[in-house]
């Protein structure tokens, strides 16, 4: 009888054991980034890429041309002529947004416009191209990404709008939702969401935060001091404008990928086992859609 019952434990062993073989490693959000292969990955064309240079450092951003293509535009002419350099972050609030641009608006503008169309909501931002959370959101319909950015849709999935999330660039305006097109900001905070279709977006930080962060902040200034002088802005230039040797070729993980579904996953539920609540939920600014430096042969291209 023992011996039986010996048996039928072995037996039992072997037949799970492949089963606990089979089970697929959980990867950390860091892990499945580093872990995504080349066809996850999709470069971004330098015509789309801003290179603003401070005394704090350098800032590489991201223009979302398909939301607003006319404010992305003007903000690229601006920058091919220029007219940002030698201006200044002039507004630099804690938590909120640094704002860059001319305050005094006294510098010629040359090709650029000073007061565009405002480009808030978008309708022709295809359904297929709306990589959606499927989880509740206070601000939209439904929250999700298009391509490297964070987005909200309405119930409809007729108009999609970028979200305010940390790192988002937006255009400074008046009153009207046609009075801006020079000034830019950038979302310091972790997330402005109750500004989502109130100001047109027109990009997003993809290195660099920390220099924008360490910029003086506006209400800390002393008698005596002077903005421009404190967060000047050395220059704003596209990066297929620099010279070959100072231009780098940046990827962004393709949304649509297996990568960015696992990605999405371990952001709902960290793997973790330092986390003691996995919600099952995550907001859409709480997912940095990944970009990464792109390496050729070990050097920078």
Request: charged content about 25%; glycine content about 10%.
């Amino acid at each position: 009888m023992t011996y039986k019952i010996l048996a039928g434990a072995f037996i039992f062993v072997l037949m799970t054991m492949p089963v606990f073989a089979a089970e697929e490693k959980k990867l950390s959000p860091s892990e499945i980034v580093k872990a995504a292969p080349a066809s996850d990955w999709t470069e971004i064309d330098p015509q789309n890429l801003l290179v603003l240079k401070l005394k704090t450092g350098t800032v590489i951003m991201q223009l979302a041309t398909k939301f607003a293509p006319l404010n992305t535009d003007n903000i690229r002419t601006l920058a091919h002529e220029g007219f940002y350099d030698g201006l200044s972050m002039y507004r630099v609030i804690e938590g909120f947004v640094a704002q860059g641009g001319d305050r005094a608006e006294k510098k010629h503008l040359g090709g650029g416009i000073k007061n565009i169309k405002g480009e808030i909501i978008s309708k022709s931002i295809t359904k297929d191209s709306f990589k959606s959370l499927e989880l509740k959101d206070g601000y939209a319909g439904e929250t999700g990404f298009v391509g490297g950015f964070a987005a909200g849709r309405s119930s409809d999935k007729k108009e999609t709008w970028l979200a305010h999330c940390t790192g988002v660039i937006g255009i400074g305006r008046g009153d009207g939702a046609d009075s801006g097109g020079t000034e830019f900001y950038v979302v310091l905070g972790h997330a402005l969401r109750y500004l989502d279709r109130n100001i047109t977006l027109v990009g997003r930080v993809l290195k660099g935060m920390s220099a924008l962060q360490k910029l003086r902040r506006t209400a800390e200034l002393k008698k005596g001091e002077n903005i421009d002088i404190e967060n000047p802005i050395i220059s704003l230039r596209v990066m297929a404008d620099l010279p070959k040797e100072e231009q780098k070729t940046y990827e962004v993980m393709k949304t649509n990928s297996s990568s960015f579904n696992r990605l999405l996953a371990a952001r709902r539920n960290r793997p973790s086992s330092w986390f003691l609540e996995t919600p099952n939920y995550v907001d859409v600014c709480a997912v940095n859609v990944p970009s990464r430096l792109k390496t050729m042969v070990g050097k920078q291209k």
